[in-house]
């Protein structure tokens, strides 16, 4: 597992939202995941980069769960299947650690909300391709007939 200590938001209007992780801003690996809209707004809202006039879905979680006796540890990143992320959330209840299933989106907002690490299994990093491989791969497109 890769710890990650870096999280950017990207919006396109081609590509879509994406929720780019990074272990550190200078490393060439990185792991990209596809969002909706509303799930892009929770992470850029526990970003900073947004202030919602109403509460998030999962700001209602948090706030049940700050009247309980919860304590969340790190969420990671562990599997991808049939192009479908899987994530689990780790926390202490009554003395006892517990693990819950979800989706990586909500995992990466409730992290970065409760401060805890977030881990991604070091086989679903990419590595981000040269300005060279791009032009590379734009040229082998301009010549593939559909």
Do not use: W
């Not at 919006?11 to 992780?21: E, F, I």
């Not at 706030?63 to 299947?81: A, G, T």
């Not at 479908?84 to 926390?91: L, P």
């Amino acid at each position: 597992m890769v710890t990650i200590s870096e999280v950017y938001l990207k919006s396109d209007r081609s590509s879509g939202n994406m929720v780019v992780l990074k272990e550190t801003e200078e490393d060439h690996h990185h792991f990209v995941m596809f969002v909706g809209d509303s799930e892009f707004a929770a992470i850029a809202k526990e970003k900073g980069l947004v202030e919602p006039k109403r509460p998030l879905t999962h700001d209602l979680y948090l706030q049940i769960s700050d009247n309980l006796p919860v304590e969340f540890l790190r969420i990671e990143i562990y599997d991808m299947k049939e192009n479908t992320y899987f994530a689990n959330v780790f926390f202490r209840a009554n003395g006892q650690e517990h693990t819950v299933d979800c989706r990586p989106s909500d995992a990466v907002a409730l992290a970065l909300n409760r401060k805890i690490p977030i881990l991604v299994n070091k086989k679903l990093f990419r590595r981000e391709l040269t300005a060279e491989e791009i032009k590379e791969y734009e040229e082998i497109c301009k010549t593939v007939k559909f």
